[in-house]
């Protein structure tokens, strides 16, 4: 048997996560998973289940070195390993660096695609993140970056002139510095603003706002981790 890693993004809940992912769980020799995923799609295995998620803020949580060190170990004893991911394994979720990590092994890669809470927000509200129309693209950006700072995350001022929606993974801490840079660039306070925290868990709440209140809400404590951010024109069309 020839040792691989198969990535696989678990969607939100059970329900989300595609046929190919579960099927891939069934075949797994270790399961290492992330703390958002759904843990009744770890009755797919049959094999031990390692906890691995990380938690905002936390520094005692795992490290990605941690988690890319025992997915070499694993194989390096020939296993079938799996990655699992809540929501999209593409969007966000460190995958090119474990990918890295297997082919210096020289392990077979293979990375399953799953649902991303942006997708799964708009669809819930029977919308979309776009509109020909008048709403040509999207953009995500995570408002949490490696280097800590948004100051030269972004261009601003791009983003702010895009007419496109922008979507914003882990940005709970800093949605108040991401509405204002938006806004010093030309974005209207006007603009309609979409939380989704905990999507499809018991917890879930679905809020709306606009740009202007936004850092407002989040000094209130009116919203919790984890949560995604839809802004633009698109929050409008939500049903």
Request: glycine share 10%.
């Amino acid at each position: 048997m020839s040792k691989k890693l198969i990535i696989v993004g678990a969607g939100l809940n059970r329900g989300s996560m595609t046929l190919a992912g579960a099927d891939a769980l069934k075949t797994a020799d270790v399961v290492l998973y992330d703390r958002l995923i759904d843990k009744a799609v770890l009755e797919y295995a049959a094999c031990p289940c390692i906890d691995v998620g990380k938690h905002p803020y936390d520094k005692n949580c795992v490290l990605q070195r941690d988690i890319n060190g025992i997915i070499a170990e694993h194989l390096a004893e020939n296993k079938i390993v799996v990655r699992l991911k809540g929501g999209d394994s593409s969007v966000f979720a460190r995958t090119a660096e474990e990918v890295e990590t297997a082919r210096a092994a020289g392990a077979d890669v293979e990375v399953i695609a799953g649902v991303t809470s942006a997708s799964a927000l708009s669809a819930k509200l029977r919308s979309a993140l776009t509109d020909r129309r008048n709403i040509p693209g999207v953009v995500f950006i995570t408002g949490h970056t490696k280097e800590g700072t948004l100051d030269n995350a972004y261009n601003w001022e791009a983003l702010a002139g895009l007419g496109f929606t922008i979507v914003v993974y882990m940005g709970v801490k800093n949605l108040g510095d991401i509405a204002g840079r938006l806004m010093e660039h030309g974005m209207e306070p006007s603009v309609p603003v979409l939380i989704g925290e905990s999507i499809e868990t018991a917890e879930e709440r679905i809020m709306f706002t606009v740009l202007g209140e936004a850092g407002r809400f989040v000094d209130e404590n009116a919203v919790k981790h984890p949560a995604t951010i839809i802004i633009g024109e698109i929050v409008n069309h939500a049903g």
